[in-house]
């Protein structure tokens, strides 16, 4: 086995670089390596010289001249060509294509050769080789070999954009799918929550309708009542139980009331202020239910009826979910241009998670202590006066609610 490269009489022997796929033709002034199976030294020169000159690339051409040279040849090359004389004395260029075929598909394979007959040729062809050439038209050699890479580059950039159209379509496929599937999900997603959506309605119609039924029939017998507490303060006169009676009487008319305006979606209203002593609303709630009250009196501009309801919804939801009012108290904290009333229980707390929540319009949480609407009210009265109100976690456990209320000199202000 013999190389021959065309700037150099001298031949070379081959690299060891074996492989089946197709590195691709080199690019101009790189090297063109050719694998010649010829057993005829002077037809491999001829094939030499008529390479010479007429290709854009270094040519090295390596010559076997056997079976066994050529298969050597196949695992331990790495041609871009392969020429092949056609009749061998023992082996013949049909045989070398269907080995060449079986190890390196892609690359091309010409015969030249002396003499072939038409069929002959045409049967060459039919069976995948590449070209023939005849050695008598050797001048065809170099334009068949430019022309054979080129069709072998051409041929493997359409299989290249045929994968990847298949594969830009497989994708495309699967993309559908998944779009598809996406679909299904959200149209189901989309029918469960127009379910949820009519069943939350109507259970929202349902509680604005008992709420206003129920503000209705209580609003009777609260009216009855007012009227025999004036008329037993009349005939017996004035004491303090009928008169915390009328107050407590009076808080449940306005606490109807405001559950009818809720249930219409109204703000709560009827909101008069005034100059107020704080301390006695606080107080009075204390002694009412039996908690620890501040003693200080701060002095603030706003409607004692309604924070009187505030602080009564924030105590008994805080005695309810303590179990005793031993375990609730109030306290009172002065801050620049307001006052924090702080009512304070040892009971479970409130979750992270339910803080934001418990002020909401009929949210109800066992942990919150709402009941639904009480914390609601008492976040409008507040808002109303211009203040805040919160909840934090309590010191050891528990929960604080905090009231934050402006001060005459910030309204001043």
């Not at 089946?20 to 010649?36: A, D, K, Q, V």
């Not at 017998?221 to 507490?229: D, V």
């Not at 418990?358 to 949210?363: E, L, N, P, V």
Request: proline share 5%; charged share 25%.
């Amino acid at each position: 086995m013999t190389d021959q490269t065309l700037t150099s009489p001298a031949n070379q022997v081959a690299g060891n670089r074996a492989s089946s796929s197709w590195e691709g033709t080199p690019g101009p002034g790189e090297t063109l390596r050719i694998l010649h199976l010829e057993d005829s030294e002077l037809d491999h020169e001829l094939v030499v010289l008529n390479l010479a000159g007429d290709l854009p690339w270094t040519v090295e051409v390596t010559r076997v001249e056997d079976e066994a040279g050529f298969h050597e040849a196949l695992e331990t090359s790495q041609p871009h060509l392969i020429l092949s004389d056609f009749a061998l004395p023992s082996y013949d260029g049909l045989s070398a294509f269907r080995a060449a075929h079986e190890r390196l598909p892609l690359v091309p394979f010409i015969i030249v050769t002396g003499a072939m007959g038409e069929e002959v040729a045409v049967d060459t062809l039919r069976q995948g080789v590449t070209d023939y050439i005849l050695k008598q038209r050797l001048e065809r050699l170099a334009p068949a070999v430019r022309r054979a890479l080129n069709e072998v580059e051409a041929r493997i950039s359409r299989e290249r954009a045929e994968q990847a159209v298949r594969e830009l379509n497989t994708s495309l496929q699967a993309r559908l799918e998944e779009v598809e599937r996406l679909r299904n999900i959200a149209e189901r997603q989309s029918q469960r929550l127009e379910v949820q959506a009519k069943q939350l309605e109507e259970a929202l119609n349902m509680q604005k309708t008992f709420l206003a039924e129920t503000s209705h029939e209580l609003r009777t017998p609260l009216t009855a009542l007012h009227g025999y507490l004036r008329r037993a303060e009349r005939e017996v006169g004035g004491s303090q139980t009928l008169l915390d009676a009328q107050r407590v009487a009076e808080n449940m008319t306005r606490l109807v009331n405001d559950l009818l305006q809720l249930s219409r979606g109204e703000l709560v209203q009827s909101i008069e202020m005034h100059f107020m002593n704080l301390g006695n609303v606080l107080r009075q709630v204390g002694r009412d239910f039996g908690v620890r009250a501040p003693e200080e009196s701060p002095e603030i501009v706003g409607d004692p009826g309604r924070l009187t309801q505030v602080f009564m919804n924030l105590v008994t939801n805080a005695v309810r979910v303590s179990g005793s009012p031993d375990l609730v108290h109030m306290e009172v904290a002065h801050r620049p241009g307001e006052v924090e009333v702080r009512v304070v229980d040892r009971g479970p707390g409130v979750p992270d998670p339910i803080k934001p929540r418990i002020f909401d319009k009929f949210y109800r949480g066992k942990e919150a202590g709402s009941a639904g609407l009480g914390l609601t009210i008492a976040q409008q009265v507040v808002v109303a006066h211009g203040g805040s109100i919160d909840v934090i976690d309590t010191p050891g456990g528990g929960a604080t609610f905090r009231v934050r209320l402006p001060t005459p000199d910030e309204e001043d202000e």
